[in-house]
């Protein structure tokens, strides 16, 4: 028994005229008797018989007609909800992201891709990137958004979606809060407030450092960037701020101010298993996160 049968059943059930039920699903009238006729062999049954002035259904075409009504209102109702529909695709996508890019991107992020398809559920999970790329692995995540180059990148395809500037953050009452840029050599000797190394933006901090000869004391490390400038506001060292970060750090007592002689950004990447097909909700994501940053809404223009 096939689909089209039971709407070519259909049709003919309401018009009970072969030709006009032909007509009504756009196929040849002896196409539409052919298949009537398969059904009804497969059944066992005659489904309709002719009278004078039309084509009515037998008792048999009776019992069939609700079924038959019933099977391809499931079958509509699944091709709806699977596939594109008014409300864009529907399904689910797993997104893990860093924690310093998590609560600074990702609300502004979904809003926009998530805009286009209100069917769409996302699950995020925040990690480091390490357990990140292990979960993309393992299959248990879809996408994650994280800060390039990392372990294991040979393995995922990756996409840059912006370079986003890292500053250096001083306490408000700092010696150095008159520059407009933080030359990391006037750093030399100060104490640091770092994430753990585990984080990224911690060995980015790091590099950074080294790349210029200065070997600052660290002093403190913590596994949240909201804890870190809560010790720069208290005078406890100066650290390291993403441009993203800016807008959630306001009146917290502290200065943010670029890196000298020139901006120092960390590339910002969305990335997955390399190879793996994409699901529909998956390609719908993947194509409204591309479009939004096409935008250049999030942060600064890509290197």
């Known amino acids: 028994m096939e689909f089209h049968q039971l709407r070519y059943f259909l049709a ?13 699903c756009a196929v040849s009238q002896p196409s539409l008797s052919q298949q009537v006729r398969k059904l009804e062999e497969e059944l066992g049954e005659p489904l309709f018989r002719r009278a ?3 084509t009515v259904l037998t008792p048999a075409g009776e019992r069939l007609l609700p079924r038959a009504r019933r099977i391809l209102e499931e079958a509509e109702g699944i091709a709806e909800e699977m596939g594109p529909g008014a409300e864009g695709v529907r399904g689910s996508v797993r997104l893990g992201a860093i924690p310093t890019v998590a609560p600074y991107l990702l609300p502004e992020l979904l809003r926009a891709a998530l805009g286009p398809h209100p069917g769409l559920e996302v699950r995020l999970a925040e990690e480091t990137t390490a357990t990140l790329v292990e979960r993309l692995r393992e299959g248990e995540l879809d996408f994650a958004v994280v800060s390039a180059p990392f372990a294991g ?3 995922m395809e990756c996409v840059t979606l912006c370079a986003d500037e890292l500053l250096v953050t001083l306490p408000a009452q700092h010696p150095l809060d008159t520059r407009s840029r933080i030359s990391l050599r006037s750093l030399s000797g100060y104490p640091v407030v770092l994430m753990k190394e585990a984080h990224c933006l ?4 790091r590099a950074l450092c080294e790349s210029s000869s200065v070997r600052p004391r ?6 949240q960037l909201d804890t870190v400038v809560s010790l720069v506001a208290a005078g406890l060292g100066f650290s390291f701020v993403p441009e993203m970060a800016r807008p959630f750090f306001r009146d917290r007592g502290i200065l943010l101010r670029p890196v000298a002689p020139k901006p120092v950004h960390r590339r910002i990447v969305l990335i997955r298993v390399a190879g793996d097909p994409f699901s529909s909700a998956e390609s719908a994501f993947r194509e409204a996160v591309l479009a939004a940053f096409a935008k250049r809404r999030f942060c600064a223009e890509g290197a």
């Open 202 to 205: 911690s060995g980015q901090s």
């Open 52 to 54: 004078r002035r039309a």
């Open 12 to 24: 003919l059930a309401r018009e009970r005229n072969f030709t006009r039920a032909a007509e009504r």
């Open 153 to 155: 990148e040979e393995e």
């Open 218 to 223: 660290v002093s403190i490390e913590s596994s």
